[in-house]
C-alpha cells in the first residue's frame, strides 16, 4: 500500500492512501472496524500440559476443543436408601477448560461434604474464581454431599492453581488412580435393551453405564459458546444393582417451559425428582437442572427416562 503525507496544517499522523481522501468519521469507522476484527481473532492454542502440571493431573481432550479434568470422591463411603453410590454414579466432580481470547474460560462442579464447603469457597474467591451454585443432587445420603459449581476466566494455568490450592483444602483425591492390571468386570445390566430404549449409545464407567445427551439448541455463557462437554447435555447413569435391577441417577438439562413435562413423566414412572436449580448464572438460553433418583427395574426405568426425554429439546442419536 503507497503512503501519503499530509501537509503539516493538517496536522494528521501519516495515513495510508486509501485513507487519505476519507472523511475523519470514516478513517475512525475504519480503525475502529480493525480493532473489532483484532479482539475477535480466534483464541490462542493452549498448551495443556502446564495447565495438567498446575492442577496435579493429566486431564483429557473432549469434543470442541475442551480440555476436561474428573476429580471422582473415590474417599467417601456414600449410601442412599442402602445402595453403596461409586463415584461415577453421583459422586464425580469434575473441571472443564476451553480456550477464550488470549486466555481460557472454566467451569466445574466440586464434590463437597458439608465441612468442605466453606474452605474450598474462600481459597477460590480469593482468587477472583465465580461460585455459581452450592445444593444438593441426592436425597438421603447417608454421608453429607453437596456439589460447589465454579467458573473462571484468564489465564489458564494460574486458574488451575488456584483449582489445585483450593481442592487441598478437601480429601478429594488429586492424584490420578492407580491403572487397573485387568480389565473391569462386565455390568450385571443389559446395556444393549437398555440403549435401545433410550435410542442412544452409552458407555461403561467406573461400575456404572453412562449416557450423555446433547440438547438441540447452541447454548452460551457470556456470549461464549458452550459444548456439551462443559457441562450442559443430560447425563444419565445406570448402576446395576442386581437382579436386572439398577439404581439411577443424573440431570435433566431444561428450558423453563420444559421443566414440569419432565419432572411429570418422571414422576409417572415411579422415578423421584431429588433437586431443581441452575448450575450457571449468565447463560443464554437459561437452563434448568432436574436431578433424579430411582432403584428398581432397570428396563422400566429406562422406559420411563426416554418419556422425559421426549418431552426436552435434545439431538437425535447420530
Same mark, same amino acid.
Given at each position: 500500500?503507497?503512503?501519503?503525507?499530509?501537509?503539516?496544517?493538517?496536522?494528521?499522523?501519516?495515513?495510508?492512501?486509501?485513507?487519505? *481522501? /476519507?472523511?475523519?468519521?470514516?478513517?475512525?469507522?475504519? &480503525?475502529?472496524? #480493525?480493532? %473489532? =476484527?483484532? +479482539?475477535?481473532? !480466534?483464541?490462542?492454542?493452549?498448551?495443556?500440559?502446564?495447565?495438567?502440571?498446575?492442577?496435579?493431573?493429566?486431564?483429557?481432550?473432549?469434543?470442541?476443543?475442551?480440555?476436561?479434568?474428573?476429580?471422582?470422591?473415590?474417599?467417601?463411603?456414600?449410601?442412599?436408601?442402602?445402595?453403596?453410590?461409586?463415584?461415577?454414579?453421583?459422586?464425580?466432580?469434575?473441571?472443564?477448560?476451553?480456550?477464550?481470547?488470549?486466555?481460557?474460560?472454566?467451569?466445574?462442579?466440586?464434590?463437597?461434604?458439608?465441612?468442605?464447603?466453606?474452605?474450598?469457597?474462600?481459597?477460590?474467591?480469593?482468587?477472583?474464581?465465580?461460585?455459581?451454585?452450592?445444593?444438593?443432587?441426592?436425597?438421603?445420603?447417608?454421608?453429607?454431599?453437596? *456439589? /460447589?459449581?465454579?467458573?473462571?476466566?484468564?489465564?489458564? &494455568?494460574?486458574? #488451575?492453581? %488456584? =483449582?489445585? +490450592?483450593?481442592? !487441598?483444602?478437601?480429601?478429594?483425591?488429586?492424584?490420578?488412580?492407580?491403572?487397573?492390571?485387568?480389565?473391569?468386570?462386565?455390568?450385571?445390566?443389559?446395556?444393549?435393551?437398555?440403549?435401545?430404549?433410550?435410542?442412544?449409545?452409552?458407555?461403561?464407567?467406573?461400575?456404572?453405564?453412562?449416557?450423555?445427551?446433547?440438547?438441540?439448541?447452541?447454548?452460551?455463557?457470556?456470549?461464549?459458546?458452550?459444548?456439551?462437554?462443559?457441562?450442559?447435555?443430560?447425563?444419565?447413569?445406570?448402576?446395576?444393582?442386581?437382579?436386572?435391577?439398577?439404581?439411577?441417577?443424573?440431570?435433566?438439562?431444561?428450558?423453563?417451559?420444559?421443566?414440569?413435562?419432565?419432572?411429570?413423566?418422571?414422576?409417572?414412572?415411579?422415578?423421584?425428582?431429588?433437586?431443581?436449580?441452575?448450575?450457571?448464572?449468565?447463560?443464554?438460553?437459561?437452563?434448568?437442572?432436574?436431578?433424579?433418583? !430411582?432403584?428398581?427395574?432397570?428396563?422400566?426405568?429406562?422406559?420411563?427416562?426416554?418419556?422425559?426425554?421426549?418431552?426436552?429439546?435434545?439431538?437425535?442419536?447420530?
Amino acid at each position: 500500500m503507497k503512503w501519503i503525507t499530509r501537509r503539516p496544517e493538517d496536522r494528521s499522523h501519516r495515513l495510508p492512501m486509501a485513507y487519505a *481522501y /476519507m472523511k475523519p468519521s470514516a478513517v475512525w469507522m475504519a &480503525v475502529l472496524a #480493525a480493532l %473489532t =476484527l483484532s +479482539a475477535t481473532a !480466534a483464541p490462542a492454542d493452549i498448551d495443556w500440559t502446564h495447565v495438567d502440571e498446575a492442577i496435579g493431573k493429566k486431564g483429557t481432550d473432549q469434543p470442541g476443543g475442551v480440555h476436561k479434568f474428573s476429580f471422582p470422591r473415590s474417599d467417601l463411603t456414600v449410601t442412599v436408601d442402602g445402595v453403596p453410590i461409586k463415584p461415577a454414579l453421583a459422586l464425580g466432580g469434575w473441571v472443564a477448560f476451553i480456550p477464550e481470547g488470549t486466555g481460557a474460560m472454566f467451569m466445574g462442579d466440586l464434590v463437597l461434604t458439608d465441612a468442605e464447603i466453606s474452605p474450598v469457597m474462600q481459597r477460590l474467591i480469593e482468587d477472583d474464581v465465580e461460585i455459581t451454585a452450592v445444593h444438593n443432587h441426592l436425597l438421603r445420603t447417608s454421608v453429607p454431599v453437596f *456439589y /460447589m459449581h465454579v467458573g473462571g476466566h484468564g489465564d489458564p &494455568v494460574k486458574l #488451575a492453581s %488456584t =483449582l489445585h +490450592a483450593a481442592l !487441598a483444602l478437601s480429601k478429594t483425591p488429586l492424584a490420578a488412580p492407580a491403572a487397573v492390571p485387568t480389565p473391569p468386570p462386565p455390568l450385571d445390566l443389559d446395556t444393549g435393551a437398555i440403549e435401545k430404549t433410550l435410542a442412544y449409545k452409552g458407555t461403561a464407567n467406573g461400575g456404572v453405564y453412562q449416557f450423555s445427551v446433547p440438547r438441540a439448541e447452541d447454548i452460551t455463557e457470556r456470549g461464549m459458546g458452550l459444548p456439551s462437554a462443559m457441562g450442559t447435555a443430560i447425563a444419565i447413569n445406570f448402576e446395576p444393582t442386581g437382579g436386572g435391577k439398577a439404581a439411577i441417577t443424573g440431570d435433566f438439562v431444561l428450558l423453563g417451559s420444559e421443566v414440569n413435562p419432565v419432572l411429570r413423566a418422571l414422576r409417572e414412572h415411579g422415578i423421584e425428582v431429588t433437586a431443581l436449580h441452575s448450575h450457571m448464572i449468565e447463560d443464554s438460553p437459561h437452563l434448568f437442572f432436574m436431578h433424579f433418583w !430411582a432403584n428398581g427395574n432397570a428396563q422400566k426405568l429406562a422406559q420411563g427416562l426416554r418419556a422425559a426425554l421426549d418431552r426436552a429439546n435434545v439431538k437425535p442419536a447420530s
